[in-house]
């Protein structure tokens, strides 16, 4: 698929096997409840993206986004070392998305942020994605995660006027070298993940999130995307790979309590292949408040343990692989 909005302004929902080329947000005829066209301008404005990128391994948890709203841009990266207990966070914004340059091509093109002598870059082709992190004094990380296997490229509605497009694969191998306070980090030992998204989102949105890439003991390489409250208008983002296979996955469910997220939640599939409990221990969260932008962000990192089963009916333990899961409310 060349590009996403075609001809009539229009847009093929559902599952594509691979990614569109371009995502020519500027050709969709986006209208209000009226039926009234939006201005050039506004489509711009209204149009969102943002990109994560993690990795994980048996001690050590990585995550790094950049989100460009138009009105303002963010960037966060923190680390997690379960041994010893350490995190170090950082997070920037930058009004009218100054120095951050974000591409409309899933599977190339180059994300960028910069805020002082700290620089944050993701670039993308048709074999390999790159992680670039330079934080002076603290962190440098140079890693290639393998872009070859076959992830999950959805189209979903958004409320009645809107559309959202998302790109996700996990448990992809990495190498290249990570420095974190003066200590090497072996990368050959991590998972990556991507969430490549975009689009004209509802105004007011929600969604509960999972992600999971983890070598199990018996050296099967897993991974998933899980999602609720979002992309879930006739088709979902969820999805399994088992050593580089992907699986499509049924409805997800994610119970926690929104007042204390670092207790347990219970993580399940409606098609009973995920049955996992994730026992958080520790959290990154925002809050964001002005006016016409708002963000109730909480992202919080632990320990997935429980059962994985395939179509075929093998089934795979998941003992205290690390991951994400996600709370997060927005208004943009």
Known sequence: ??????????????????????????????????????????????????QFMSLTGHDFVLGVAI???????????????????????????????????????PNHGTWSFKKGKN?????????????????????????????????????????????VFTHKNTALTCQGYLKWQGHDIDVSQ???????????????????????????????????????????????????????QPIKLERAEFVFQRRDRMKPWLIKSSDGLIDLTFTPEGERKEKINVGFIASNFTQVFGCFNGTIKTPKGEVHKIEQALGFCEDHFAKW
């Open 1 to 50: 698929m060349k590009k996403l909005i075609q001809q009539d302004g229009q847009i093929a929902f559902g599952v594509y096997e691979s990614a569109p080329e371009h995502i020519n947000y500027l050709d969709f005829d986006l209208r209000n409840n009226m039926d009234r066209p939006f201005a050039m301008w506004r489509k711009k404005m209204r149009f969102n993206q943002f």
């Open 67 to 105: 989100v460009n709203l138009k009105w303002v841009s963010n960037c966060f990266v923190y680390l997690y070392q379960p041994s010893t207990k350490t995190f170090k966070e950082f997070s920037w914004l930058q009004p009218f998305a100054h120095n951050t340059l974000t591409s409309t091509q």
């Open 119 to 163: 620089i944050i870059e993701m670039v993308a082709d048709k074999h390999e994605r790159h992680l670039s992190i330079h934080i002076a004094n603290e962190l440098n990380v140079n890693v290639t995660m393998d872009n070859q296997q076959k992830g999950l490229n959805v189209c979903c509605r958004a409320g009645y006027n809107g559309w």
């Open 190 to 244: 991590l998972k990556a993940s991507v969430d490549w998204s975009c689009g004209h989102m509802r105004r007011e949105t929600f969604w509960n999130w999972a992600s999971m890439s983890h070598e199990t003991q018996n050296g099967d390489i897993i991974g998933f995307n899980l999602a609720a409250g979002v992309n879930e208008t006739s088709y979902t983002e969820n999805m399994l790979w088992v050593n580089q």
